[in-house]
């Protein structure tokens, strides 16, 4: 599935000359190094897979800045809702910090109304792309994801980050 989402949101992208993901042993943490072949900018790809479901961060590399996605197994949104732009809160707390929460956007248009990728998938907004990094970059431990949807409904995701600086240097800070 993670191949899917990402291809996905790579397709939004140029294309793209692709490398081997690379898992970092004993973490849940992975990488793959690709470049755009005309431009040579880089456009490679960080993983954090969630500890126990099919879900998982994403940070691509978009004109040398992480930007940030998270991909989930759950319908974080009816179609109805997404029509209505009422988008899912963001809350994020590392290791054992206080909890903040941080505004989310939906991560693509819905160009296939039989594709779902849209209502499963959240992204931050731009000006949050280097906040969502920090937030990664500075976790000891992990960090916890709480989406929450209409009607207060939560689900909430745990991230190891073990591993993320090393795939972080691996993709040459997106530069």
Do not use: W
């Not at 991560?107 to 779902?116: F, G, P, V």
């Not at 916890?144 to 209409?150: G, I, N």
């Amino acid at each position: 599935m993670r191949r899917l989402l990402s291809l996905l949101v790579l397709s939004t992208l140029p294309i793209s000359v692709s490398a081997a993901e690379v898992t970092i042993p004993n973490t849940r943490v992975s990488y793959e190094v690709t470049k755009d072949p005309i431009s040579d900018r880089n456009t490679s790809s960080i993983y954090l897979d969630e500890q126990s479901s099919d879900t998982y961060v994403e940070f691509v590399c978009t004109d040398g800045i992480p930007v940030f996605y998270l991909h989930t197994g759950n319908l974080l949104m009816t179609q109805a809702e997404y029509d209505q732009d009422k988008i899912p809160a963001l809350t994020y707390r590392v290791d054992s910090q206080t909890a903040r929460v941080v505004p989310a956007a939906s991560l693509e248009e819905a160009e296939d109304m039989d594709d779902d990728t849209h209502l499963t998938s959240l992204a931050v907004t731009d000006r949050n792309d280097a906040l969502m990094l920090s937030v990664f970059r500075n976790a000891q431990t992990r960090v916890a994801l709480r989406v929450t949807r209409s009607g207060g409904r939560e689900l909430t995701y745990m991230f190891p980050v073990r591993g993320f600086t090393q795939a972080l240097k691996a993709v040459n800070n997106c530069r």
